[in-house]
Structure formats: structure tokens, C-alpha cells
């Protein structure tokens, strides 16, 4: 097995028993040794916990018993999941002061229950707040593709990780677009399902109202795998849907026929860089898209998932604002005051254009089964910088990496983010599926895949 | 009217009202953040919902 294998071959490998589940592992860690040190996408390794998961799983494989669908697979989680015995950082330098959280987070418990091995946690953006990736107290995570540039944020180690075959899966969070940005910029597969369709209990929140949890990988087939080992309900999470298991992995290889896409127009197309829609063409034209349809007021949407964000964001952090505001990153708890500080009916207005918003775009979708729009306006933009030039002019970067992502996640509609191989950086494209329909983004992206329209580049070593 | 200078005072003001500690090297980061927020919501604003409009969460008073 190379670092590059896929969950579903090493799966397959383990299962069959060409390669046992230890050594997997080992040679996961092994990996991580050699290239951490580089990328900084770890910030805990848990070996011996991982270990003893792979040695169990070869016990069970040698009593004749049937392992689970990602039997071996070594995983790894963006450091705002709870992980047993490990203080959830959150990408902070406070909660490091937090006790070991006593238990897995439930979706930690489910892909391990179908047999993959949790070999640590990864490095994030300071409370999610940030889609770069970089952060000030455990130095950035490093884009595989170009070790000067971001991963994207703010789950930059999943992104970085997954990228540079470190481990084939790992999970991120996305509100504004956290798992679809480190997507694009790293060249990866990134499935944020609907708002309430996986567990977030256990996982450290920051906005409750768009917060989701989800994979990344390097191929359509691992998300899938992953994602139905992940469903089901949890009343540990108020959000999370009483909704039997939908599977997407047996619908996969359906093909694209009957399914009708369109691209995302007007808002989507301003701002983006001729990457961003080079990439758009390629995904359209593999799919015969030929429709361009129109969010209406994407860019309000965007704005009010901003005010939300802001707001919410300051709640939850109020307390620690008022008693540790110096050990925040300064960018995060500027913009937290700012949220502390804006009149409560201005988040209230943004709530009721949220329920507008989504009943229009729901209304799209009578006449659509996918809409396909750019993950991120450019490609990965280098460590540090602060601007960008779009359309001849400079803009702010931090901002406007997401400005794709919000209005789509503001509704929680489920998209899966595949990578685009241009050179020498990749891009995204969002496949945005109607609420529940994770499986039609996942076949298309298969399908893409399949074509090699879609792909995950190797990245240079 | 001094926009500018009265969004020095509502930081000062609403931070005190929430107790709030705010450096005062932390005042322009948090001044121009809050521009961006309150230009964001000004856009949110002008799109015209009737009274009866709901907000998009919603409560039930239920059982967990």
C-alpha cells in the first residue's frame, strides 16, 4: 500500500487480508512522522490508542469475523472534535486548559465501529473563525501543493493531511465554508452534508445556526463510504434529524443520466478568477450543463451569514472575551467584540431572511437536481498574504475567500466541493445538491471523477 | 453627524454595558470589523420582509 491509496482500497486490503490493520497503521504513523513536520497538519498523534484499535481489529479478523466497510483506514480529525483523554483545542491557545474530554464525538465513535483507526487530531483556524487555515499559536497548516501557501481554513490540517497522504480521510467543520475552501485549495473532496444530517455532538461549536461537520478525501467513493458509516440521528444533538440512514454508496455508480445541473450565474460569476471559472467550464462541460439559473440575492445572503456569524460567534465566546481577550488570536477577537457589541435585532433580521432566502433557492430546485458554482473565487493564495487582485482590483483576501461558500451553507443545502487539477494549483467546484440529496452531489462527483475531470492531484515531495 | 467617532462611542458604551473590557489598542480592529458588520446588516435590512415574517430556527417545546 502507498501513502496514496484510497480508504476503500485499503479497506479492501485489511478486509482481505493482504495487508493487516497494524501494519496499516504503522505505516500511516510512519507517514505522519516523516511529513508533519513539513505540513503541520497534526497537532496530537494518538499512536498507542491507534495501535491497540489495529491490533483488536486483527484479532477479530484472525477469529474468522467479518470487519466493517473501512476496516484499517486510518482517519484524522480537525482538533474541535472530542477525542478521549485529549483537551479539544479548537485551534485555541484557552481551551488547552481545558480537562480531556472523557469521550469520542459520536461520529469518532461511528466511522471507528466500521472499522477505521483514529490516528489523531488536526491543526485549525482559532474557533473555526477563518478560512485560511493559518494559526497563531500552532503556526500554519502548509498547503502539500506549495508548502508557502494555505491550506484554507479553517480546517487546514484536513485539508493538508488528507492532501499529503498522510491519511486518506479526515474530518472537518464547515459554517461558512470550512470544509469546501481547505477543499479547494488543497485539490480534495469535501462532502458538507445538510444542516442537521450528521451528529455534531461532542465537537466544539461556534455559530450553532450554520455549524455542520463532514469528510475529506481524495476520491468521490471515500467520502461516500465515510459519510453513510456517519449518519444517523443523535439526540445528543438538538439539530441533528430523527431521518432513517439514506446511503449514498449504493446509488454511486449510477451515472449522471436524468439528473439535471445547471451553473450558478450572475453573483457567482463576479469576483471569480479565471481559475475559478476555468474550472466551472470543465465541471459544466463534462456534465452538459448547459442552463445557468440564478440564486436570487446570493450577495444578501452572504451578508446576513456574516451578521449570524458575527453575533452568534460572540455569544458563545462572550465569557471568555470578558477574561482571557488577550490569549485570543487579535483577528478573531476583534471581530468577536465586533459581533458582541452589534444590536441584537440586526442578527434577528438576518434569521428572517434566512427562512426568505431558502424557500426562494428551494424553489430552484423544482426545475434543477444540481447547481454548480466555484468553491472559492481563486486558488491557494500564499502564507500570510492580505490582498488580491480580482477583476484589476486589489481587494482584502481574508474576506473574500468565502464569499461562494456562505450563501449556500446559510440554508444548509448539502454540497460536496470536487477538485479541479488545473496547474500548478487545483480548484473547487460546489456541487450543491436540494436538502437531503447528498446522494445525487456524491454520484455526480463520482461521475467527474470517473472522467478524471474531477481528481485529486499528487502533490509534489 | 460623526459616524466614525460615534462608533468610538458605541463601542466604549456598549462594551461598558456589557462589561465588556476593550483595550484601547484593540479599538480600531474592532471599530473597522464592526463597520464591515454593520454595512453587512444595512444590505440584510434593506430587503423588505412583512411583520409576520419567522425567523429561521425554530423551537419546539417537546421531549429531547
Redesign the interface.
Known amino acids: 500500500m502507498t501513502p496514496w491509496a484510497s480508504a476503500s482500497e485499503v479497506a479492501a486490503a485489511v478486509n482481505s487480508g493482504a495487508q493487516s490493520a497494524l501494519a496499516t497503521i504503522e505505516l500511516a504513523l510512519a507517514r505522519i512522522e516523516a511529513r508533519n513536520g513539513t505540513l503541520n497538519a497534526f497537532t496530537s498523534v494518538v499512536a498507542e490508542r491507534a495501535r491497540a484499535k489495529a491490533r483488536a481489529l486483527d484479532a477479530v479478523r484472525a477469529d474468522g469475523k467479518p470487519l466493517g466497510p473501512l476496516a484499517g483506514v486510518p482517519f484524522a480529525v480537525k482538533n474541535l472534535f472530542d477525542v478521549a483523554d485529549l483537551p479539544t483545542l479548537a485551534g485555541s491557545k484557552i481551551n488547552r486548559e481545558r480537562p480531556p474530554a472523557e469521550r469520542d464525538s459520536p461520529l469518532i465513535a461511528r466511522l471507528e465501529a466500521a472499522g477505521a483507526v483514529l490516528v489523531g487530531a488536526l491543526n485549525m483556524g482559532e474557533y473555526a473563525y477563518d478560512f485560511t487555515g493559518e494559526n497563531m499559536h500552532d503556526g500554519p497548516s502548509r498547503n502539500p501543493h506549495d508548502t508557502g501557501r494555505m491550506t484554507g481554513g479553517s480546517s487546514g490540517g484536513s485539508g493538508g493531511a488528507v492532501a499529503g497522504g498522510l491519511v486518506p480521510l479526515s474530518l472537518g467543520s464547515d459554517t461558512n465554508g470550512s470544509i469546501r475552501v481547505p477543499a479547494s485549495f488543497c485539490g480534495l473532496f469535501g462532502l458538507k452534508p445538510t444542516y442537521g444530517r450528521l451528529s455534531r455532538a461532542r465537537s466544539f461549536p461556534f455559530v450553532a445556526s450554520l455549524d455542520h461537520l463532514g469528510p475529506l478525501a481524495r476520491s468521490a467513493r471515500d467520502l461516500a463510504l465515510a459519510y453513510d458509516a456517519m449518519q444517523g440521528p443523535d439526540p445528543e444533538d438538538p439539530v441533528c434529524v430523527d431521518r432513517p440512514v439514506e446511503p449514498a454508496l449504493p446509488g454511486l455508480e449510477r451515472g449522471t443520466q436524468g439528473l439535471r445541473v445547471a451553473v450558478a450565474g450572475g453573483y457567482f460569476k463576479r469576483g471569480a478568477s479565471p481559475e475559478a471559472l476555468e474550472a466551472i467550464d470543465r465541471i459544466a462541460k463534462a456534465l452538459g450543463a448547459t442552463r445557468e439559473i440564478e440564486l436570487p440575492e446570493a450577495g444578501r445572503a452572504r451578508a446576513a451569514a456574516y451578521v449570524i456569524t458575527a453575533t452568534e460567534g460572540a455569544a458563545l465566546h462572550l465569557d471568555r472575551l470578558r477574561t482571557r481577550a488577550a490569549d485570543f488570536d487579535p483577528a478573531t477577537r476583534d471581530r468577536l467584540i465586533a459581533g458582541a457589541i452589534a444590536p441584537a435585532a440586526l442578527a434577528i433580521k438576518a434569521q428572517k431572511f434566512r427562512r426568505w432566502y431558502r424557500e426562494t433557492v428551494l424553489k430552484v430546485f423544482d426545475g434543477v437536481d444540481a447547481i454548480l458554482a466555484p468553491a472559492t473565487p481563486f486558488t491557494a493564495p500564499a502564507l500570510g498574504q492580505q490582498t488580491m487582485m480580482l477583476d484589476g482590483v486589489e481587494v482584502p483576501l481574508r474576506p473574500n475567500i468565502g464569499i461562494f461558500t456562505q450563501p449556500i451553507s446559510f440554508i444548509g443545502l448539502p454540497v460536496v466541493a470536487v477538485p479541479v487539477p488545473l496547474r500548478p494549483l487545483p480548484i473547487g467546484v460546489q456541487i450543491i445538491a436540494a436538502p437531503w440529496r447528498e446522494d445525487v452531489a456524491l454520484r455526480l462527483a463520482y461521475a467527474l471523477e470517473k472522467e478524471q475531470v474531477a481528481l485529486a492531484p499528487r502533490p509534489p515531495e | 453627524m460623526d459616524t466614525s467617532k460615534d462608533l468610538d462611542t458605541?463601542?466604549d458604551v456598549?462594551?461598558r454595558a456589557?462589561?465588556?473590557?476593550?483595550?484601547a489598542e484593540?479599538k480600531p480592529?474592532?471599530?473597522?470589523?464592526?463597520e464591515?458588520?454593520?454595512r453587512?446588516?444595512a444590505?440584510?435590512?434593506q430587503?423588505k420582509?412583512p411583520d409576520e415574517?419567522?425567523?429561521?430556527?425554530v423551537f419546539e417545546a417537546r421531549h429531547?
Open positions: 458605541l463601542i456598549a462594551a456589557i462589561d465588556l473590557p476593550v483595550e484593540w480592529g474592532v471599530k473597522a470589523h464592526l464591515v458588520l454593520l453587512l446588516a444590505v440584510v435590512e430587503f420582509l415574517a419567522e425567523p429561521a430556527p429531547a
